[in-house]
């Protein structure tokens, strides 16, 4: 949605987020005021408002906050108003304990990915759903590949880089994802964050430096993606297989994703992304 946004909305909208988050059941007034850093008058205001309204309680003992019973109303309705993320919910509990591995649900908020659901896998592991990633590459490659080229252009042009070498290599992983169906990610969290890194030092530095930054971005952005890696002979350490689920409309509504973090054959991707595509297709064809 274009046009500015409500900063009061979203320090509304950052304490309820921050409550939500597993393990912040216990977040005393000082605690969100400093998780936030939000004046007190601002936290108190919001707190106010927020628990007259049911949103948000305070355990009269221990000073607590948590989220309210109101939220239980909106909660309960998202099954109506969101019938396919629903369902789909209900999909990655079923195939995480069918294949074994974490799955996910990614949607797209402007240029955001937010992990609506995960379930399995370590605990260590774990991703809460709210987890909010960068729509660029190396990420979001299954919503990417079905888009528009305005759109896909518009992804790539996130990298950050104006390297051309960068733009060709993530066009054809744009291009081999949909020849397959599904997206499949080599790229682990440690290159993930050295991606991100790259992109931000990239420019606040002399030319020269520059200039070898952007060309270790190319090879960052693209070294988990490369459809080259399709033809491994060995197991390769698999960061998520993704396959998108469509609307009635056509566009991706949202990919799942399974996270073995393992190395696997090929062999045994295919198979993974093949029972995704499976199920991405049968929640299409639900009727939801």
Request: glycine fraction near 8%; charge should be negative; charged fraction near 20%.
């Amino acid at each position: 949605m274009k046009g500015s946004t409500s900063a009061p909305t979203a320090r509304v909208l950052d304490i309820v987020e921050l409550l939500a988050k597993p393990g912040n059941e216990q977040l005393r007034f000082s605690d969100i005021v400093r998780e936030l850093d939000l004046t007190q008058a601002t936290a108190h205001s919001i707190l106010k408002t927020l628990s007259d309204r049911g949103w948000v309680t305070r355990d009269p003992a221990g000073k607590a906050f948590r989220l309210g019973p109101a939220l239980a109303v909106v909660a309960a309705r998202t099954g109506a108003v969101r019938p396919l993320a629903h369902a789909a919910h209900t999909t990655v509990t079923q195939l995480s304990a069918e294949l074994g591995y974490a799955v996910s649900v990614v949607e797209r908020v402007g240029d955001s990915l937010v992990i609506t659901a995960f379930e399995g896998g370590d605990a260590g592991a774990q991703t809460p759903p709210g987890e909010r990633i960068a729509y660029a590459p190396p990420f979001g490659v299954a919503f990417a590949a079905w888009d528009t080229p305005e759109e896909q252009q518009a992804w790539i042009a996130r990298s950050g880089s104006t390297n051309p070498e960068l733009a060709e290599r993530l066009e054809r992983v744009l291009v081999r994802t949909r020849e397959r169906g599904f997206d499949v990610d080599w790229t682990t969290q440690a290159l993930g964050q050295m991606t991100k890194l790259v992109g931000a030092l990239r420019d606040d530095v002399p030319a020269h430096v520059g200039a070898m930054l952007d060309q270790l971005l190319v090879e960052c952005a693209t070294i988990g993606l490369l459809p080259e890696n399709d033809s491994a002979p060995r197991p390769q350490p698999i960061a998520s297989i993704c396959a998108p689920v469509f609307d009635d409309t056509g566009r991706v509504a949202m990919i799942l994703a399974v996270h073995p973090f393992v190395p696997l054959p090929m062999r045994r991707v295919t198979a993974l992304g093949t029972r995704l595509v499976e199920a991405a297709t049968y929640l299409r064809g639900s009727g939801l």
